[in-house]
């Protein structure tokens, strides 16, 4: 973040343009602007003004409405706080940039899309701002508690918060509150105030099992996540699986799903379960790339070749998955566009201004056919 050197300043055509939207750099301001002169051009007291810039309420209740006149005023006038949580309120677009990861998510940092989806966060924010920063939340907690927000909400200095993994509502709400934005990457919840850029699950799983039924694969394993799992993404996968298999006209029942809670053991563990099963499916769509590659691994150990005698296909596409034997058929989710759209979307938002209604954008899916899928057996040509 850069800031000028005085305590606060103006130049004398701002009064007369009215609102702008703050430069990037503060820099060509010149005149220092006391809380007097604010009171007055606001038509508040020098208390309210206090209150409002040092994020306290000394006994006096301001409204919303006079906190954005007084905003307003403070930016129409240059005015530059001495505190730098004052200044980012004012303007918020000065702000930094943060990732907040729900600690829900399995494995953390040390998830394959995760690492992709941090990776290109980092490399797309702005090159004058400073480094994006992680942090990581609760979904269920209550954040509406005093001193209980993550570090980078209650500190002050972060205005472009973006989310990763089920929206926590009281935290959004506590961040929208402030007067800014909060795009949710992956994961979507009908939260005033929250852009969510969602991936379309639904669609990844009907790509995968057509796939497998133009190879002429009629028995078709699923490995889905934890059962009765509430996460949007297997609710949403479970749902385009169904979706498929009416359309496809693939059988679909019991016998035909394993739930786990998509690890590369649990993909292990699921082939064990469907070998034991009548008839042993002659492929295999598993909810992630993990449990595909588990599945790849006791396939080899138990003698079966792949695309041979099993047809595997994961979701995600993570860098594991080309570097497989054989390399994995998957689906790609667009975790890089998903972190690019997200930093640009934020940066644009803060800017104009925060939104009331919920808004979604819906990120496209695509197929990465490689070589652990084939004909099954009966579809091959002797």
Known sequence: MNLPNEAGSTRPDDLERGERRAPRQLSDLQKTITMAQIAKAAGVSQGAI????????????????TRERVFKVCREMGYIPNDLRAVVRMYPELGDFCLLLSTAIEGGLLDPFVQRLVAAAMAAVPEASHPLSLAYYDETQD?????????????GTYS?????????????????????P???????APLAGLTSLAL????????????????GHRQVGIISGAFGSNEPKIRELNH????????LGLPIDAQHLVYGDLSEQAGRSALEEFLARKPVPTAIFAMSDRAALGVLSFAQARGLQVPGDLSVVGCSDDPGSQAAYPPLTTIH?????LAEDGIREIDRLTNTGAIETPQRQLLPVRLVNRSSTGPAKRAQKV
């Open 160 to 180: 472009k918060f973006l989310l990763h993994g089920t929206p926590n509502p009281s935290l959004v709400e506590a961040i929208v509150r402030r007067g800014l």
């Open 200 to 215: 379309d699950y639904a669609q990844a799983a009907f790509l995968a099992l057509e796939h497998l039924a133009q190879l």
């Open 50 to 65: 206090s209150s409002l810039l040092n994020d306290r309420d000394y006994g006096i209740r301001v409204s919303e409405k």
């Open 182 to 188: 909060v795009v949710s990457l992956g994961y979507e």
């Open 333 to 337: 989710l667009p975790a890089e566009r």
């Open 240 to 247: 385009g699986v169904g979706a498929a298999c009416e359309k």
């Open 143 to 155: 954040y509406s508690v005093a001193g209980s927000l993550p570090h980078p909400v209650r500190v």
